[in-house]
Every structure is written in C-alpha cells, then in structure tokens.
C-alpha cells in the first residue's frame, strides 16, 4: 500500500475517446481530485463547468455517487469509473490478498478482487503500471509517467479498456500553468 496516493487536491486536463458500434465518442473537460475531511472526492467537468460526473469514497471506502449526466447514468459505466478510479486511488482493496511476483526486473502485486484481480507493476522502486485482469485477459491497463515519489498522484495517465473500447487520458494541470 505504499503507492497509495496521499494528496491534498490534484487538478487534471481529462479527454475520454471511443467507440460504440460504428459511433465514436469523446469527452473532454478537466478532472479533480480533492481529499477532504469526510474522503476522496473525484469531479469530471467540462470546461464550461457542467459536471459529468461527481464521486466520493468515504473514509472506510464506501462509495457515493452524488452526481451523474443522464447520458452517463448507466450502472455498468458507474461500475467501470469507479473501479478504474478505486485501482487508481487504491481503494477497496483486500491487502490481506496480496501476493507479490518478480519477473524481468518488475515487482507484481496482486490484489484480489471480487472479480479477477488487481496488478499493480513497479519497476526501480516506482509504480508504472495497474492493470486489472479477469482469469485470462486484462480487462484494463493504467499507465502512469512522472510519479515523483511513492505517496504522489502521476502527472500523466492513461486507461486503456480492451474489451469496452475508450480510453481516458489525463494530464495533470500544475498550479503555476499558465492556461
């Protein structure tokens, strides 16, 4: 649990792409993170400040939708945010289950979770990869750049879902950019 991430705010420049039969999609809009007294709060806007979406995870990791675009009300894409963004934040998991690997100069933890399992890959003492998998294939991968130390969120990540086709990018906004 060393990778968990210990924030006080993080602000990201976020874009969502993909595909649903022949139709592509995309959504762009900046993405916060913010730590407060009751858990983790995590709003995806656009830039005009309409909120796509606005989660929380208490304290014992429970889990608040407190608000959601009808577009995106479905359960199975509230299901996939939050356990995309629980991998990231490393939430919920079971660290009773971990299980550690070495292979090629990379460190595996494995999680277990409900379904599957949670990878997380660090290589020279860094975390720079989670990938969430079911028995045989990786469902999703998160790769991460510029994770200074251990305790910080990433400046860059990448969700890459194989079999749902989209992918969510997000860079991180510096609080001295110029944008």
Request: aromatic fraction near 12%.
């Amino acid at each position: 649990m060393r990778f968990r991430p210990d924030f006080d705010r993080a602000l990201y420049r976020c874009s969502v792409d993909g595909r649903v039969l022949f139709k592509k999609f995309h959504l762009g809009g900046v993405l916060l993170f913010k730590e407060m007294e009751t858990g983790t709060r995590v709003v995806f806007q656009n830039e005009m400040g309409l909120s796509f979406f606005d989660f929380e995870w208490d304290r014992n990791d429970s889990f608040t939708v407190h608000q959601v675009i009808d577009e995106l009300n479905r359960p199975a894409v509230i299901r996939t945010l939050q356990k995309d963004l629980s991998l990231l934040l490393m939430r919920g998991l079971d660290t009773s289950t971990e299980q550690y690997y070495t292979k090629d100069g990379d460190t595996y933890h494995r999680f277990t979770l409900d379904k599957g399992f949670a990878w997380y890959i660090e290589n020279s003492a860094r975390l720079v990869r989670i990938e969430n998998s079911g028995e045989r294939k990786k469902v999703v991968t998160i790769t991460m750049k510029g994770k200074d130390q251990d305790g910080d969120l990433p400046r860059k990540v990448t969700m890459d879902h194989h079999k749902a086709n989209f992918t969510i990018m997000f860079k991180k906004i510096e609080p001295d950019a110029n944008e």
